[in-house]
């Protein structure tokens, strides 16, 4: 007789806990508990391109700003190259360009906010072009499994028409919430991306 097969239970999941930020951003939180913070600058001084802001904050389902968040975020150099092995253009990447880094929200009005240069398009599979973007990744107390999306830019209207990822989104209605809005500030770009859990303009959300 053939012996049953034990099936391994799922392992469960748990919140991340209103300590997340000093565990993975503890200088953003005002612990120096590291000689370098990991990733907190995104593109480095010497980065070529359009400097940038980008700035928002993370809305519940009740409309309210949650206030103890942290965001990753990776994005590709202004030509659309990825500091990253799996990007084989790499060794063409700007000089010192990380691409990555962790910002937390602000505890006092929950927003979060870093500076950046503006990203080029990359390129997509089968030969498409995906728009300038830059990916995010969005854990807080509360949220059992980190959510994943991407910020878009409303000045790249024809790139974002075209983009693979974007034509993806069945509701048609429901694409501009993953699209930054650009104002100027003191002379310089400020991308306005504010990200909804729930309700009403849901920013759509993928499961990688």
Not at 51 to 69: A, C, M, N, Q
């Amino acid at each position: 007789m053939p012996q049953p097969i034990d099936y391994l239970r799922e392992t469960a999941s748990q919140t991340a806990g209103p300590y997340v930020h000093i565990g993975l951003a503890p200088g953003a939180a005002g612990f120096q508990i590291f000689r370098r913070e990991l990733g907190w600058d995104i593109a480095g001084p010497n980065a070529p391109g359009e400097r940038i802001r980008v700035e928002g904050i993370v809305i519940d389902g009740t409309g309210s700003p949650v206030k103890d968040v942290l965001l990753e975020v990776w994005q590709a150099d202004a030509n659309g190259v990825h500091a990253h092995p799996e990007d084989q253009r790499r060794d063409q990447a700007a000089e010192g360009f990380r691409g990555w880094g962790r910002v937390i929200t602000d505890f006092d009005t929950g927003l979060w906010a870093f500076d950046t240069v503006k990203p080029g398009p990359v390129p997509g599979r089968n030969g498409s072009r995906q728009a300038p973007h830059i990916s995010l990744w969005i854990v807080a107390r509360g949220i059992n499994i980190g959510l994943h999306t991407r910020l878009y830019f409303d000045d790249e209207a024809e790139a974002n028409a075209a983009d693979p990822v974007l034509n993806m989104i069945e509701h048609v209605n429901r694409r501009p919430t993953l699209v930054a809005q650009r104002s100027m500030r003191d002379g310089k770009p400020v991308y306005r991306f504010d990200i909804r859990l729930q309700g009403d303009n849901e920013t759509v959300f993928f499961d990688l």
